[in-house]
């Protein structure tokens, strides 16, 4: 596969950083509560005022802060009656003709969301491997936040580069159904894919709904049962597989089918041989560890077999929540839970999230499973705190949060 050319990947400008603050913008009016506005061309956003999103001092606060962590400034929050094009602008000030680079955080599943920067030559490079996989693609719709890393590469970057037109709507199955057409590249997670094959009925049955639309998936393992509905349909599926610290790892086009990495991604030599080494556009290669437990086919095709499960220390004890969750699911009252160290503030133990399973309601599973605890855990292990609730609380890109 011919690398894209470097010339036709832009540099980082006025419309992107554009985006991602207007994307930023969108998530805090959804932290308030609020509907996010209607997406708009960044010029339309340029010229808007902050006073015109009701997000008051404290919001737009909030806006510089995320930006300033972003974009590695320190910026004063704008006046409300700014228009919101000034920000990125000085942002881009801020640059100058120094060197620019882009930190997005880890999820936070397993623990603090971590800083991860990224200069512009790297995130340029991912491009130069990923373009030729859709350049076939006229068009894209995005349901992916712009400032999150998958947004920000296969939403903004991405089409940039291609060339094609962007067409942003929220994460709903039936409004990225209702807008998709041939041509498109839909940048989705595996939420949503589930969510409209359900909808669709699309496990049950063959279609041509989607003929000619290539669907992109990435942030969490794609449930084979919905890759093949998909496939089904007529979509053309990639499914990607990475991290906020190495960036696109691979892609594969099949459920069936071992992950291939990308030209510039290698398998760690020697004693690294359980790491990956990314070789940057500047002649340097550097390791990086990997988060999951991977099977090794060849040097250039794995299969990610889920995530390694991370001790934490529980009053100077290994405490594996990984193991705790799957124990508390062993009970017939949960349907899937969530289990991770609780924050400094708010003590020094695990804590759990429980789903119910059907028929059960929070009432009548709280003594049983408070009694399959003790049974089955050590004094380290059991979560002093129990929150429950309908599902899982998982962020903008599909991923499980605190709570």
């Keep these: 596969m011919k690398p894209w050319p470097l010339e036709k990947i832009p540099r980082l400008g006025e419309r992107a950083v554009t985006a991602i603050v207007q994307s930023i913008a969108q998530a805090e009016m959804g932290r308030h509560g609020m509907p996010g506005f209607v997406a708009c061309p960044p010029q339309d956003f340029s010229a808007m005022r902050w006073q015109d999103f009701g997000l008051g001092p404290e919001g737009v606060a909030n806006v ?4 300033n962590a972003m974009f590695r400034a320190s910026l004063a929050p704008p006046n409300l009656a700014e228009e919101c094009g000034r920000l990125p602008l000085r942002i881009l000030e801020h ?6 680079a882009v930190t997005f955080f880890t999820s936070g599943s397993t623990g603090k969301p971590k800083p991860c920067t990224h200069p512009e030559s790297h995130l340029r490079q991912e491009i130069t491997s990923l373009a030729p996989l ?13 400032h999150h890393m998958y947004g920000f590469t296969f939403g903004l970057l991405l089409p940039l580069s291609l060339g094609i037109p962007v067409r942003c709507v929220p ?11 041939p041509g498109d590249m839909v940048v989705g997670i595996p939420l949503l894919w589930s969510r409209l094959a359900d909808l669709r009925g699309w496990k049950e049955r063959a279609s041509e709904e989607g003929r ?15 890759a093949h509905a998909l496939l089904r349909q007529g979509f053309r599926v990639i499914e990607f597989f990475g991290s906020s610290e190495v960036g696109v790892v691979c892609h594969r086009f099949h459920p069936d089918d071992p992950f291939e990495l990308l030209p510039h991604i290698f398998r760690g030599k020697g004693p ?34 889920g995530r390694i499960d991370a001790a934490v220390q529980v009053g100077g004890v290994n405490v594996y929540p990984g193991h705790v969750a799957a124990i508390l699911e062993e009970h017939e009252g949960v349907r899937c839970c969530q289990v991770r160290l609780m924050r400094p503030e708010e003590g020094h133990r695990l804590k759990a999230f429980v789903v119910p399973a059907m028929g059960w309601t929070v009432d009548a599973l709280r ?36 709570w």
Aim: aromatic letters at 4%; charged letters at 25%; hydrophobic letters at 35%.
């Design 212 to 226: 000619g639309v290539t669907a992109l998936t990435a942030t969490a393992p794609m449930p084979p049962d919905v």
């Design 272 to 305: 690294h041989a359980d790491m990956l080494e990314r070789c940057l556009p500047e002649g340097e290669c550097r390791l990086y560890p990997v988060q999951d437990v991977i099977t090794w086919l060849d040097e250039r095709r794995l299969l990610p077999c």
């Design 171 to 181: 994460p709903l199955p039936t409004l990225a159904q209702a807008q998709m057409k």
């Design 64 to 67: 510089a802060r995320q930006c």
């Design 95 to 100: 640059w100058g003709d120094g060197p620019v």
């Design 134 to 146: 859709v350049e076939n693609c006229t068009s894209a719709l995005v349901t992916a936040p712009l």
């Design 367 to 402: 003594e049983p499973l408070a009694a399959h605890v003790r049974q089955r855990l050590k004094g380290p292990e059991r979560p002093t705190s129990f929150a429950f609730g309908e599902d899982i609380p998982r962020g903008p890109v599909g991923k499980p949060t605190d």
